[in-house]
């Protein structure tokens, strides 16, 4: 069945450095954007960033721009998030989601599949 | 960036009530308006893509409408699995932002 699963998450202090993958399966992950939203806790969706399915495009948040990376390995079915320089305000459940497309810059017509998260904690 | 609004920020219903959901881009977004539905503890799950479009295996009481900067959402006979948070979401440009989410409650 089409999956997402997150792992990488875990308890950091302010400045340090995490990597989360998304390992994707029972789908052709190299036809599809993926993203990753985060969800701080008790509050809203937040759209981190997006990675067209080549990985040609890659677009972020102003948030976390300069300090977070997108990237994927087509050959491995993965995605990641490198995050580094992190922050308080960066604590958050991490979702992978699939585009319903390729993606930038072709139109992006939302997140299909989901992970079931994985939860990110800065604090010192 | 573009700004959702979705109003109300929460709402009491009971089984059977028809419920409508308002979303607002501060500038217009064309087609790009996309629904998604969030139970407690668990992932989004995506309704309504493209203003309209029911994604698959959606049941058909959840449909959408709007054009430009004013969206809706509305279902049609409430069922006691449809009680969660609603959030829109504009995919025109990034940031893709997200509205505040709307909390349907049991009356």
């Known amino acids: 069945q089409v999956q997402l699963v997150e792992s990488g998450g875990g308890v950091v202090q302010p400045g340090r450095s995490l990597r989360l993958s998304c390992a994707a399966s029972?789908?052709?992950?190299?036809?599809?954007?993926m993203h990753w939203v985060r969800q701080a806790p008790g509050k809203g969706l937040e759209w981190v960033a997006v990675i067209s399915y080549d990985g040609s495009n890659i677009l972020y948040a102003d948030s976390v721009k300069g300090r977070f990376t997108i990237s994927r390995d087509n050959s491995k079915n993965t995605l990641n998030l490198q995050m580094n320089s992190l922050r308080d305000e960066d604590t958050a459940v991490y979702y992978c989601a699939r585009d319903l497309g390729r993606g930038p810059p072709a139109a992006v017509y939302g997140m299909d599949v989901w992970g079931q998260g994985t939860t990110v904690t800065v604090s010192s | 960036d573009i700004q959702m609004t979705q109003s109300p920020s929460s709402l009491s219903a009971s089984v059977g009530d028809r419920v409508t959901i308002t979303c607002r881009a501060s500038?217009?977004?064309?087609?790009?308006l996309n629904w998604y539905q969030q139970k407690s503890g668990k992932a989004p799950k995506v309704l309504i893509y493209?203003?309209?479009s029911l994604q698959s295996g959606v049941p058909s009481r959840f449909s959408g409408s709007g054009s430009g900067t004013d969206f809706t959402l509305t279902i049609s006979s409430l069922q006691p699995e449809d009680f969660a948070t609603y959030y829109c979401?504009?995919?025109?440009?990034?940031?893709?932002?997200f509205g505040q989410g709307t909390k349907l409650e049991i009356k």
């Open positions: 493209a203003v309209s």
């Open positions: 979401q504009q995919s025109y440009s990034t940031p893709y932002t």
């Open positions: 500038q217009s977004i064309s087609i790009y």
């Open positions: 029972g789908f052709s992950f190299n036809s599809y954007a």
